[in-house]
């Protein structure tokens, strides 16, 4: 068992398996934490493993250091086969938010969506996989932690993209046939569609 932390394209995995090929492997309980974040930072490390034989205590333990945002999101998949990106600060991305109080992460993720596209006609299948990544703000370091679920478009209806946030464009997207969308996106997006055969059949 394993998570894996981004640090913009960096990736810190704690892991209960020692079976890997990286040289840079940490023992969970004895590596700075601090530390090694700066070297990710300042491409002095490509990559880190910290073990620990309780993955259970080890992420529990790794979740303390930072400040824990919740989110959630969709993958948002049409008849077509395509699925639903948004295109913001430069890169293509999902649509995704910040958990308001009170919410549950599905209801974030459906809501998330529909403001972010001015889609209104989609529905959850299933929970997908939680997704994380480290960041910097207002000096203090924080541990986003993304809830995906995957969705289905059940009719069709025109895509509007939520400007006050940012979001230049909405696409229905088909990566399958065509990398250059992922290509210019996230680590964790990557991530979510490393295995298309399987999203598109769930």
Known sequence: MSYKVYIFDKAITITDNLNNNSRHVYAFSSVNLDEI????????LPEVFLYHPNIKYAWHNFKTHFDVIEAAGGIVQNDENKYLF?????KW???KGKMEPGEQPDETALREVKE???IQNISIDHFLLDTYHLFTENKKKRLKITHWYKMNEDAKSPLIPQEEEGIEKV?????????WPLEN???NIKLLFSDLDRLKNY
């Open 37 to 44: 974040i700066q070297k990710l930072q300042n491409n002095l």
């Open 86 to 90: 948004i295109y913001r600060n430069g």
């Open 93 to 95: 991305d999902l649509p």
């Open 116 to 118: 972010e596209c001015g």
């Open 171 to 179: 696409e229905w997207l088909d990566i399958q046939k065509n990398k």
């Open 185 to 187: 996106s996230y680590e």
